[in-house]
């Protein structure tokens, strides 16, 4: 059965860096677009960044545009977001997706990873 897992979350300072990999197990997941999202307690998931499915082509929420970089390595079924001068804002669980295209609606992705956390405090 085709399924993603993220790691790679943690606790980091304000300011500091993480990078989160996503496994792509099975499945064709090299044909999709992918992306990330986050949800924060008592807020909705929200679009980070995502990338085609040949990795030529990215898109980024304007709060993380500068600071994240998504990437791909299709050879090894690998998504990475890495994440330098992480704020508090950040905090949130982050989810690994996949889709046909690089829509920035959640609901327009069927193939989702059980999640990270991420926690930027000092």
């Known amino acids: 059965q085709a399924q993603l897992v993220e790691s790679g979350g943690g606790l980091v300072q304000p300011g500091g860096s993480l990078r989160l990999s996503c496994e792509a197990r099975?499945?064709?997941?090299?044909?999709?677009?992918r992306a990330w999202f986050r949800q924060a307690p008592g807020k909705e998931r929200e679009f980070v960044a995502a990338?085609?499915?040949?990795?030529?082509?990215?898109y980024y929420e304007d709060s993380v545009q500068g600071r994240f970089t998504i990437s791909r390595d299709n050879d090894k079924n690998m998504v990475y977001l890495q994440m330098n001068s992480l704020e508090a804002e950040d905090t949130a669980v982050y989810y690994c997706?996949?889709?046909?295209?690089?829509?920035?609606?959640?609901?327009?992705?069927?193939?989702w990873g059980q999640g990270t956390q991420v926690t930027v405090s000092s």
């Open positions: 990338i085609d499915r040949i990795g030529a082509t990215t």
């Open positions: 997706a996949a889709a046909p295209g690089t829509p920035r609606n959640a609901a327009a992705y069927n193939n």
């Open positions: 099975g499945g064709t997941f090299y044909m999709y677009g």
